[in-house]
């Protein structure tokens, strides 16, 4: 069977990827960011995983405002980035890993939940830049599974909801008939919001709750209805919601979880900006 071994979250920012092709890593204002993934790097070095399920939100690349599912995942053999309008450069293609595509897809029908297969597939900013955080010298070393869920439109899914969906695909890949080793990633948050009256909202103590809930007590946010978490966390802090599939999915791989890295800094553009990764225990 295939072995689930850690999951990741990091936030997303297409200022990222600017700031990346520019080589502003040391500027004092990345500087920060950037210092909190190197331990992640070695961790991945040292682990060599095959495959990453990628937990994100499409902003209008794939999906726009008149066809949004709640949840779809991709089964392409191949997933191109492509021009969304915020002026960074393209990243080349992702291999998809589309045996774990049919394998994620099955186990969630079978386990009734309605989603959308995509075996074309365009990837945003939110897909990639983790991948570029992750590996940043060229490609990334591994296949990917895309599994996007909605939090750009209302009515997005619940906590509740999104925690089922992400122990769902954690149980789909510890079942898995394969010998590859699989890490979960979450891309997305933590607090910020973009426009509106509260524009430039964040809210660090909610976040560093949410952080250390991570940890020990995974099902806490699932308290919170999606009104809740735009109100703590701010129209777009609700891809926060990515951070709680993630975790739920390390479930189907063991009772515990080890914090191997952390770090958070605000902010870059209008978020505060997290990062953690976690090892089955
Ligand atoms: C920003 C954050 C996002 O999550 C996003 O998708 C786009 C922009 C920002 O803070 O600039
Ligand atoms: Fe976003």
């Not at 074309?120 to 591994?142: I, N, R, Y």
């Amino acid at each position: 069977m295939a072995q689930l071994i850690g999951g990741l979250a990091t936030s997303h920012i297409p200022a990222i990827g600017n700031a990346i092709h520019k080589g502003l890593q040391n500027d004092p204002y990345w500087a920060p960011f950037f210092a909190g993934y190197p331990p992640v790097q070695q961790w991945l070095g040292a682990q060599k995983p095959d495959v990453v399920v990628m937990f994100y939100n499409d902003h209008g690349l794939n999906f726009f405002l008149d066809k949004m599912p709640t949840f779809a995942v991709g089964a392409a053999a191949q997933y191109n980035n492509a021009d969304e309008g915020w002026g960074i450069p393209t990243l080349p293609p992702f291999k998809g890993e589309v045996d774990l595509s049919w394998q994620i897809i099955n186990t969630l029908v079978g386990k009734d939940f309605d989603i959308v297969t995509c075996q074309d597939m365009l990837v945003d900013h939110a897909c990639t830049l983790p991948l570029k955080l992750f590996w940043p010298e060229g490609e990334a070393p591994v296949t990917i599974v895309p599994v996007n869920i909605n939090t750009v439109q209302f009515p997005l899914p619940s906590a509740k909801r999104v925690y089922a969906l992400g122990k769902a695909v954690g149980e789909a890949i510890a079942a898995w008939d394969s010998s590859k080793k699989v890490v979960v990633c979450a891309s997305g948050g933590l607090s910020h919001q973009l426009d509106g009256e509260r524009a430039g909202f964040i809210n660090k103590a909610f976040d560093l709750q949410f952080m250390d809930s991570l940890v020990s007590n995974p099902e806490w946010a699932t308290q919170f209805s999606t009104l809740d978490l735009v109100e703590k966390t701010g129209t777009q802090g609700v891809e926060l919601l990515m951070w709680l599939a993630m975790r739920a999915a390390l479930t189907a791989a063991g009772p515990s979880v080890k914090e191997v890295h952390r770090n958070y800094h605000i902010p870059i553009s209008n978020t505060a900006t997290g990062l953690m990764a976690f090892e089955v225990a």
